[in-house]
């Protein structure tokens, strides 16, 4: 999995590209099922090349936004959470510059953990990453997000500090479920 996500990371940095992956992973420890990458030559389209490595999984589909995001967009995937609009989140000044935490605030706000109720979801789950200094020459996020959906929010960040995203849902073997979000850069 982490091989695959570096390969995608890998053309999401070279074509100066961002990418979301969205993925449903499910068993004891939620790993996914493992990605076919097929090994291509990279062509100069991003989106060609991904559709080109993601041939042979047939979960996965690639898609290019409107506004230039390409998704790779597993099948079994719900995105009534990505779609959810999020009137406004205060960001401190650590969660400005660190977009991991960032998510953190944002998947804390009414309108997710009412969604999460709702809909079973337990709780989110950090996949990590590095702290970025709080230092205004780095990339960092206003005071606030507001009036923007989930997917708006991610797409923002990526704008800002990385070139891939990964949301992944998860349900263990008892069936509780859980979403995790984080941010790839290729190794």
């Known amino acids: 999995m982490r ?11 070279h074509s100066n590209q961002r990418v979301i ?14 990605i ?9 389209d991003p989106v060609g090349t991904l559709n080109a490595m993601l041939a ?13 995001v390409i998704r790779i967009s597993d099948s079994r995937v719900d995105e009534g959470l990505l779609n959810l609009r999020i009137r406004h989140v205060a960001l401190t000044k650590l969660e400005r510059y660190n977009p991991d935490i960032a998510m953190q605030a944002v998947l804390d706000s009414p309108e997710v953990k009412a969604y999460f109720e709702k809909r079973r979801i337990a709780e989110s789950i950090d996949i990590g990453g590095l702290m970025s200094p709080t230092d205004p020459k780095y990339p960092h996020l206003e005071r606030a997000l507001d009036k923007m959906t989930l997917l708006e929010i991610l797409k923002h960040m990526l704008a800002l500090f990385s070139h891939t995203a990964i949301y992944n849902e998860c349900v263990d ?4 479920r859980f979403v995790a979000f984080g941010f790839w850069d290729a190794d």
């Open 173 to 176: 073997d008892s069936g509780k």
């Open 56 to 68: 042979g999984d047939a979960r996965f589909h690639v898609l290019t936004d409107p506004d230039g």
């Open 3 to 13: 091989k695959a996500l570096n390969e995608i990371a890998q053309v999401a940095e």
């Open 36 to 44: 076919t990458i097929r090994t291509t030559a990279t062509t100069h």
């Open 21 to 34: 992956v969205e993925l449903r992973t499910s068993g004891q420890y939620m790993l996914p099922d493992p």
